[in-house]
């Protein structure tokens, strides 16, 4: 069963491959419209994180990458957009956690989880890397301490051209 699960997730994980990123209007957590067609890393890879501030597993995860976050970028340029799917009340408690975890990413606010939707994505936390060129590379759902470490290899991979 467990084989099963893995083979349909990674089958699924295919599916999104070289898939751009659709058109869906979002808010900064600062308020500024951003259209997500339009996200890049000027020919760079990045990285798309899809979390809550409900969602443990989530946190985890970019607060791992935090604590290696400067030295990725110093390394690849890599940039990381987190996408919070808090809604209603919820939606207020990311900024002040955003501000007090000192996270360095763009947050970027999906309170209806049109972008998630759109990208076919079901659960959280889940991850896209994402091409220079803005073709999806890479999807996967959920975290365990130290596969934060893929997502560097993964950009690194992206940025010596293998696939």
């Known amino acids: 069963m467990k084989k099963l699960l893995c083979a349909i997730s990674f089958a699924l994980a295919g599916l999104t491959s070289f898939a751009q990123l659709p058109s869906i209007q979002l808010k900064d957590i600062n308020g500024k419209t951003v259209d ?3 996200l890049n890393n000027d020919g760079k890879p990045f990285v798309i994180s899809f979390f809550a ?7 985890r995860e970019l607060k791992a990458i935090n604590e290696v976050y400067a030295d990725w970028q110093d390394e690849t340029g ?3 957009y987190a996408i919070s799917i808090d809604q209603g009340q919820n939606i207020n408690k990311v ?8 996270w360095e990413y763009e ?13 076919g994505i079901q659960m959280i936390p889940h991850v896209l890397i994402v091409n220079g060129d803005g ?7 959920g975290y365990t301490e130290g596969a934060e470490g ?4 993964k950009v690194r991979e992206l940025i010596s051209g293998k696939k």
């Open 107 to 119: 947050v970027l606010l999906d309170p209806n989880s049109d972008f998630r939707r759109a990208l």
């Open 135 to 141: 073709t999806i590379a890479e999807s996967r759902s």
């Open 53 to 59: 501030s409900w969602c443990k597993p989530c946190n």
């Open 95 to 102: 900024k002040p956690m955003v501000d007090s975890e000192g």
């Open 36 to 38: 997500t067609s339009k």
């Open 150 to 153: 893929h997502i560097i290899e």
């Open 78 to 80: 890599v940039k990381l």
